[in-house]
T-cell receptor, first 114, second 113 residues
């Protein structure tokens, strides 16, 4: 079974702190994604990566950066956390073989910025 | 750009009722279509998918048919159970290598005994 794990289920940080959210997948997938999920807005793509050290901005990259130094790990960084970044963050991964490839999601990290 | 519109919730049903959650999309070309489900406290998981027009995806009693003429992919189940209570997301991908998904806003379903 594919497994996508996220470093924390719940996180509380203060405004201005630097925050790291870690995601690890065990299926040797090329593509990895970070989303945020907010009520009434669904899932919005923050960044994605299609290979080690490669990244592209999604729909809402402002205030975030990412790092992918190893194929299995994709980190989301909040350089200076703000209260409007309080949200549920979901990581996902998918491979590049076959058609209509499924995205596998981690359990999510609920981040609260106070 | 591509977009997905699904019916707003929340939807509340009694056990054994019939379920329909509407989903329509706007996209160029021939996207693949998905329904994902999110149970309380969990991440999303794939429920079913369809890759071309007239394909029917099915899983766990749920089904959806890819209708290109109406650009729709409505989710149906004949008899819902309490355990089906979850948030359901319709999504599409152009499958252009990056496999980026475009999601609808989600529909929360509550099934009462």
């Amino acid at each position: 079974d594919v497994k996508v794990t996220q470093s924390s289920r719940y996180l509380v940080k203060r405004t201005g702190e630097k925050v790291f959210l870690e995601c690890v997948q065990d299926m040797d997938h090329e593509n990895m994604f970070w989303y945020r999920q907010d009520p009434g807005l669904g899932l919005r793509l923050i960044y994605f990566s299609y290979d080690v050290k490669m990244k592209e901005k999604g729909d809402i990259p402002e205030g975030y950066s990412v790092s992918r130094e190893k194929k299995e790990r994709f980190s989301l960084i909040l350089e200076s956390a703000s209260t409007n970044q309080t949200s549920m963050y979901l990581c996902a991964s998918t491979g590049t073989s076959g058609r209509a490839r499924e995205q596998y999601f981690g359990p999510g990290t609920r981040l609260t910025v106070t | 750009g591509d977009s997905v519109t699904q019916m707003e919730g929340p939807v509340t049903l009694s056990e054994e009722a019939f379920l329909t959650i509407n989903c329509t999309y706007t996209a160029t070309g021939y996207p693949s279509l998905f329904w994902y489900v999110q149970y309380p406290g969990e991440g999303l998981q794939l429920l079913l998918k369809a890759t071309k027009a007239d394909d029917k995806g099915s899983n766990k009693g749920f089904e959806a048919t890819y209708r290109k003429e109406t650009t729709s992919f409505h989710l149906e189940k004949g008899s819902v159970q309490v355990s089906d209570s979850a948030v359901y997301f319709c999504a599409l991908t152009q499958g252009s290598g990056s496999e980026k998904l475009v999601f609808g806003k989600g529909t929360k379903l509550t099934v009462n005994p």
